[in-house]
Structure formats: C-alpha cells, structure tokens
C-alpha cells in the first residue's frame, strides 16, 4: 500500500490499494485542516479509512472518492486527470465567528451535516452563561447566527455549539 499526500496542490490524501483501486480523501476546508494522521487497513476485503484532525476550522467535512485505476498503473503525476466517484462522506467539526475580535457583533458559522437538535450557548471567564442563541432542531447545511455583546464588558468569552453528535467550545474576543 501507497500513501500519497500533496500539500502544495489540491488538500487530497490518497493510499493506492494494489490492485483494488486508489481510495483517496478530499479535505473540504476553506482553511487548513491539521491531519496528524492518515492510515489504509484492508479487512476481510473491506478499506477501513482512519484519520485524525485535532484541529478543523470551517470543515464541512471529508469526501471519500474512489479512483477506477490503480496509481501504480499511471504517472501519480496525472492522477488529477482519472475519472473519481464519490463513495462517502464524513462530517467535519469546524466553526468560527467573524470578526474576532470584534465590536459590538459578530457571526458564528456552522456547519450542518444532517438535521439536528442544536445548541449555541454563550458564556464568559467563568464559565457564567451568557445568552443562548440557538436552542433548536436545524436543517442540514450552512448556518450563521448574530451575536450583539453591545451590552457585555470587553473580554474573553466562548462559545460552545451542540448537536446530537458533536459539541466544540470556541473561544471569542469582545474589543470596546
């Protein structure tokens, strides 16, 4: 098995099973996404894809495609060229607010996989509740909620999203 990654072009791992085809993983991030880990175990004829990503900003999540050809029947060059089909797909776990730091509001973006009871809570240094913004079942896709601190002191504060399968707390700077 082969392992490929190309940091300098598209953001795509790919592990060339010999024979059964290329497996290849597309990172749909808009900024970067930290991979520590990328492994390829093939189980009673199965590919079990495992990574890891301890840091994810504004991941929707990862395609898996499958390339009709083995890599090792062609220039790993040109690979760009073969014809891919998508196979799977994978939440990501990435939100942000913009801006941050910011004065007197600001937007939290998320996004959805699959429709899900979310919750968007937040609170100060202490660990206080602040406000909570979203307290709902929310539709699939791409997501923005306004945040006004108009009424808050200047400060550190986070923000924690949930879902069914998910929670994350991000940290926010209000500048007065």
């Known amino acids: 098995m082969e392992i490929f990654y190309n940091p300098g072009g598209t953001d795509k791992l790919q592990a060339d099973t010999y ?22 175990k093939n189980i009673k004829n ?19 495609k499958r390339a009709s050809t083995p890599l090792s029947t062609i220039n790993p060059s040109r690979a760009e060229s073969r014809e891919w089909k998508k196979i799977g797909f994978v939440e990501g776990h990435g939100n942000s607010n913009s801006p941050n730091p910011f004065n007197p509001t600001t937007t939290i973006h998320f996004d959805l996989a699959e429709e899900s009871n979310v919750s968007l ?35 550190i504060y986070f923000y924690q999203l949930n879902t069914s399968n998910f929670a994350d707390v991000k940290k926010m700077m209000v500048v007065k």
């Not at 024979?19 to 492994?39: D, K, M, Y």
């Not at 199965?46 to 898996?64: C, D, Q, R, S, T």
């Not at 202490?126 to 306004?146: F, N, R, W």
């Open 121 to 155: 809570t937040i609170y100060n240094v202490i660990g206080e509740v602040v406000k909570k913004l979203v307290d709902q079942k929310m539709t699939a896709g791409k997501h923005k909620v306004s945040f006004d601190a108009s009424q808050l002191s200047s400060g």
């Open 46 to 64: 199965k590919i079990l894809l495992n990574w890891h990503a301890p840091n994810e900003v504004n991941n929707y999540g990862f395609e898996i």
């Open 19 to 40: 024979g059964r085809g290329l497996w290849e993983i597309e990172i749909l991030a808009p900024l970067p996404v930290e991979q520590t880990s990328f492994t390829v």
